[in-house]
């Protein structure tokens, strides 16, 4: 009975705590339960207040938490023993919305089928859930105006009525709008919980402190005996292993167009023949048979120039029809198509050809430059090697391999005076020099100076002072002789050099801007090739010891004390100031054969018996700048105007070639190369064309020598 009275107690007291608790605290699991023995049932009265006791300190405890809803213990009526009872829940309308009764059960499917029915679905009874009534629009309206609240409601398809929000779905709608996390309660900075770090939490890594075996990195003697003893079969020939097959030596066929797939692009399809059209038939229409001219024409031309490779024919019957004559002859050209068909599609590209070219200006624009034949003079018994021309541009003089040197005007092509020497002429160069008038020959180991007549008395005065002064310089210590003429200066050389013997004869004459030196280089190999004459001094020396390499040709720089030696494959630039070399050029020619510089001396161009002419920016590279191959010979001379854009190019092919060569100012443009014209007008006999050019320095007009024994002149 005791027990009993206290159940009641205790059911009382848990009801009135779950009235009183505003949130319910779930409770420890309880060890005890009905199955246990009969022997823990009876239990001291005193045992039970303690529990009392214990029950009412834990129900203040768990007051104070709120999270557990309160338990009670009641004695069961089928066991007899003590067992946990919870209070009920009581639903409210702030707690789960799926203990709500939905009044629409049809569950979820698309309500649209329902539009034309007065009710939405049925309720959990089976009876029909009516539509409820709307308004029109205007009622709708009134509505939002008159409800500051229906802003905060949604549209239920189920019930098609508005529902409100409550406040946290709309805290959760307003934070998906902007791009938040929807749990308010989330904090993405929260401070990181160390799982593994701190002490008491630390991991022993690795599992054994134990050093490593050196088995780890020293090789394994049993291993090694294990593959010393396959190795010792092998040797011996107890262990062979599997023999190649042999390769079959029956032509393999295979479909080209059935390869095996693979990771590239698929192959093109097979191209289809042509389908047979009415006048491939048996019986074409009239308009396709050919009249007798037609066949005639047709019987008459090649077969790879005929429009059809057939005749259209006509039968009365099909069983009429012969066999086909050129089957096996089509058979084989399908063979070849499909043989030669591409069988990777590549992609093209439509770049216009015309496009790649580079534009240039039209040579009608770059007037005035030679274009014709003017006058010609002959050389009657040997072929002309050399020619210049003198600083006025109105004389010219020229020198053939028998010896003999012509002056002629430029004017007119007459001859004034003529000199026999009795060897070969190597080279002729005038003296820049406007206040005097000579020109130098080279021959066989000397050099002559030569005045020539009918000039003002002033300049042969000044010629004769500057060549035979009255009083000579004193002698120099040198192997070079200069010799003065005795005789009349007219009928002869006025000064003679006779170079060290075994110089040879002296292929290139080059004066410095100012006239008083002058550079011979002769045919010779060796070190003594090259000579530097001073006429005011009447001195002459060697300006190398040793070089690598045969000269070819030497220059002068037109502005700076800098001197251009040729080789055989290099072009050297010597600073005679300091006596030192500047820079190597590397032209890639096999042979060097000609040279010239510039009038600005920013630019030179070398030309080679491989037929390359390289153009060279001194300033740009030691490589060429660009590289022309227009002749199909060796190039014998170049040339650039003094005054005009314009150089030109000679070789053995008989032909002279005219560009215009336009440098400017702003050392970021390019050179403007455009080649303009091209002359023919000198024979090629024994292999060799046109030997030299010179430019008339006053007219845009071009004097050559040719192996044919003419010198010609060019005019605008």
Not at 144 to 160: G, L, M, Y
Not at 479 to 492: C, N, T
Not at 525 to 554: C, D, L, N, Y
Not at 701 to 713: H, Q, T
Request: hydrophobic share 35%.
């Amino acid at each position: 009975m005791q027990s009993e009275d206290e159940a009641e107690d205790e059911d009382q007291e848990g009801d009135d705590a779950s009235d009183n608790e505003d949130v319910d605290e779930f409770p420890e699991i309880d060890a005890v339960s009905d199955s246990e023995e009969e022997s823990e049932e009876e239990e001291e009265d005193t045992d039970d207040l303690d529990e009392e006791d214990t029950l009412d300190e834990n129900s203040d405890a768990d007051s104070d938490l709120h999270i557990f809803p309160k338990f009670r213990k009641v004695v069961s009526d089928i066991t007899g023993q003590t067992k946990v009872v919870y209070p009920e829940i009581e639903p409210d309308y702030d707690s789960d919305s799926s203990t709500e009764d939905d009044p629409n059960r049809v569950g979820n499917i698309p309500m649209h089928w329902y539009d034309d029915l007065p009710h939405l679905g049925y309720d959990i009874n089976g009876k029909r859930v009516l539509r409820p009534a709307k308004g029109d629009e205007l009622d709708r309206f009134l509505q939002t105006v008159e409800d500051p609240n229906s802003w905060t409601t949604a549209f239920d398809q189920n019930t098609q009525m508005d529902k409100p929000l409550s406040a946290e779905e709309l805290d959760i709608i307003r934070r998906l709008q902007a791009g938040e996390n929807p749990d308010a309660e989330y904090d993405p900075y929260e401070p990181t919980i160390e799982w593994f770090t701190g002490k008491g939490k630390e991991e022993i890594m690795p599992l054994s402190s134990a050093p490593e075996p050196k088995r780890r990195w020293l090789p394994s003697k049993w291993e090694k005996q294990k593959i010393m003893k396959i190795v010792r079969a092998i040797r011996q020939g107890r262990i062979v292993g599997s023999k190649p097959t042999a390769a079959d030596k029956k032509q393999q066929f295979y479909a080209i167009w059935n390869e095996p797939p693979s990771n590239q692009a698929p192959p093109l399809p097979a191209p289809k023949p042509k389908l047979p059209t009415n006048s491939e038939s048996y019986n074409p229409p009239e308009e396709y048979l050919p009249t007798e001219e037609e066949r005639k024409l047709w019987e008459s031309t090649d077969p790879e120039d005929r429009e059809r490779d057939y005749l259209p024919h006509k039968y009365p019957a099909l069983r009429l029809v012969p066999a086909y004559d050129r089957f096996i002859k089509q058979r084989f050209n399908r063979q070849l198509d499909l043989y030669l068909a591409p069988r990777i599609q590549r992609v093209k590209l439509n770049v216009d050809p015309n496009s790649l070219l580079p534009k240039l200006p039209s040579p009608n624009s770059l007037r005035p430059f030679p274009n014709y034949k003017s006058l010609q003079f002959m050389h009657t018994k040997a072929r002309v090697r050399c020619l210049s021309i003198s600083s006025d541009g109105a004389w010219v003089a020229s020198g053939d391999e028998s010896g003999v040197i012509s002056l002629w005007e430029v004017n007119v092509g007459r001859e004034v005076k003529r000199w026999s020497l009795g060897s070969k002429v190597g080279a002729i160069e005038w003296c820049p020099r406007l206040d005097v008038c000579f020109f130098v020959a080279g021959t066989e180991e000397q050099l002559h100076f030569f005045i020539p007549p009918n000039i003002s008395p002033v300049i042969l005065t000044m010629t004769q002072s500057t060549l035979a002064p009255a009083t000579l310089p004193p002698a120099t210590q040198s192997s070079i002789k200069w010799i003065s003429a005795s005789g009349a200066a007219e009928d002869g050389p006025i000064l003679t050099i006779e170079l060290p013997s075994a110089s040879g004869l002296s292929r290139q004459l080059t004066w410095h801007r100012k006239g008083d030196y002058l550079a011979s280089v002769s045919s010779s190999e060796t070190q003594g090739s090259v000579w530097m004459h001073q006429i005011s001094r009447r001195h002459s020396q060697a300006p190398f010891k040793k070089i690598k390499g045969a000269v070819q040709m030497v220059l002068f720089h037109p502005t700076k004390p800098h001197f251009f030696v040729a080789t055989q494959r290099y072009v050297r630039l010597y600073n005679l100031a300091e006596q030192k070399l500047l820079k190597t050029l590397m032209p890639g020619i096999k042979w060097i054969s000609s040279m010239d510089v510039h009038p600005s001396g920013d630019h030179i161009i070398v030309g080679g018996y491989d037929r390359k002419l390289c153009w060279f920016d001194l300033e740009l590279s030691e490589k060429p700048y660009k590289v022309l191959r227009y002749h199909s010979r060796a190039i014998r001379s170049l040339h650039f105007h003094p005054t005009y854009p314009l150089f030109a190019s000679s070789s053995d092919d008989g032909s002279i070639q005219i560009f215009h060569a336009r440098v400017f100012s702003d050392l970021m443009t390019d050179p403007l190369i455009v080649p303009l014209k091209i002359l023919r007008g000198h024979d090629v006999q024994e292999g060799l064309g046109v030997l030299q050019i010179k430019w008339v320095i006053k007219q845009p007009w071009l004097v050559s020598a040719g192996a044919d024994g003419s010198v010609s002149l060019w005019c605008s």
